[in-house]
């Protein structure tokens, strides 16, 4: 994994989102500032990509990186911004929030995926699979996603009915079918076309 501010000594941010493909709630960003020190304690922690760890290790991983982090900040964008904006632009949309957060700002930011964020006037660089290659995108990677799931889990209390505690929103079979026999929540995505087929239980 790649010693982000190794070779050049700035302040980066690691950037990445988690929820872009599920059905139900926000897509989430994380965006992680580390220091040269920072970056080489989560390394021995084994801070990485956040889909190769279980969720108890992610937790305590998560807690790691916002106490070493010189800055750590969540945005996010809601569902009927998801539906308005569509799911791309909503993903920007909480990257962007997130970034605009951190104290000190940032002098680059790293962006997983292939697409940049729109009117972001700091200097940025997309890097494809990032969350595997540099550890401050692994870490933001973490951060978001345990972030995510503890809402999904507080949310799963009002809405019992679509395992959300286990999907934590994705598509799975019984999320699909729970869709199918009670329609969709106000935490739905109406522009995801699996939501369209059912008559919506709430939408307030």
């Known amino acids: 994994m790649v010693n982000d501010a ?21 897509v989430v960003a994380a965006a992680v500032i580390l220091s040269e020190d920072g970056i080489a304690q989560l390394t021995d922690a ?9 969720p108890g290790v992610r937790s305590r991983l998560a807690t790691q990186i916002k106490a070493i982090a010189i800055d750590c900040k969540i945005g996010w964008a809601s569902v009927r911004e998801i539906d308005r ?8 949309l909480a990257m962007k929030r997130a970034i605009l957060k951190l104290n000190p700002t940032p002098e680059l930011c790293l962006i997983d995926g292939n697409q940049t964020i729109p009117q972001l006037f700091i200097p940025q660089q997309t890097i494809i699979k990032g969350d595997s290659t540099s550890l401050a995108i692994a870490a933001a990677s973490i951060v978001a996603k345990v972030w995510r799931d503890e809402l999904i889990i507080r ?3 009002k809405y019992p009915q679509y395992d959300l505690k286990r999907n934590k929103g994705y598509g799975t079979v019984k999320h699909r079918q ?4 009670y329609g969709i929540t106000s935490q739905h995505r109406q522009s995801f076309s699996c ?6 239980l709430e939408y307030n």
Do not use: H, M, Y
């Open 6 to 26: 190794a070779s050049t000594p700035i302040l980066i941010a690691g950037v990445d989102e988690v929820g872009r493909g599920c059905l139900f709630g926000p």
């Open 46 to 54: 084994g801070v990485k990509d956040s889909k190769k760890l279980t």
């Open 85 to 92: 904006f569509n799911i791309l632009q909503a993903t920007l």
């Open 155 to 157: 949310l799963s209390e």
């Open 178 to 181: 729970a869709i199918q026999d």
């Open 195 to 200: 939501c369209q087929l059912s008559l919506p």
